[in-house]
């Protein structure tokens, strides 16, 4: 597969899936959760969470992550991409806005708490996995 290829199928499977896993390193080990998964038209991720998180303080001392994200669970042939990245907490208005849904209500009083802050992942390597004979295929950023 070319590379437009590959970034459309990446773009794919960013656009139909939108929970995934979220993997930080405290003392040298990893740390999962699942996590919502939202992107700009690049391959930048973002996912809302609050201040006082494990996992904001987790990459506060170390901004290396690792995302997973798609896979329906049927077998072979359910794509997936493992994105490895460098997370920054945001505290944007913006992308906070951009952001909110009604149902972010159930951790955050509105928009403007204070406590609500934005993850924004910047990937390095993006890998579509389980697509074929010749995955896995690599997206280097």
Avoid: C
């Avoid at 290396?64 to 669970?73: A, K, Q, T, W």
């Amino acid at each position: 597969m070319n590379q437009e290829e590959l970034k459309a199928k990446i773009h794919e499977v960013m656009e139909n899936h939108k929970v995934g896993t979220l993997a930080t390193v405290k003392d040298g080990k990893p740390h999962t959760r699942y996590m919502t998964f939202s992107n700009n038209d690049a391959f930048t991720f973002f996912t809302p969470t609050n201040r006082e998180t494990h996992k904001a303080e987790e990459i506060e001392e170390n901004p290396n992550v690792h995302i997973l994200l798609g896979y329906e669970g049927e077998g072979y042939g359910d794509g997936y991409l493992e994105i490895e990245g460098q997370a920054k907490i945001r505290d944007d208005q913006d992308i906070k806005d951009w952001l909110w849904n009604d149902r972010m209500k159930r951790w955050f009083d509105s928009k403007d708490d204070p406590e609500y802050i934005v993850l924004e992942i910047m990937p390095e390597a993006i890998r579509l996995m389980n697509e074929g004979e010749d995955t896995p295929e690599i997206l280097e950023l």
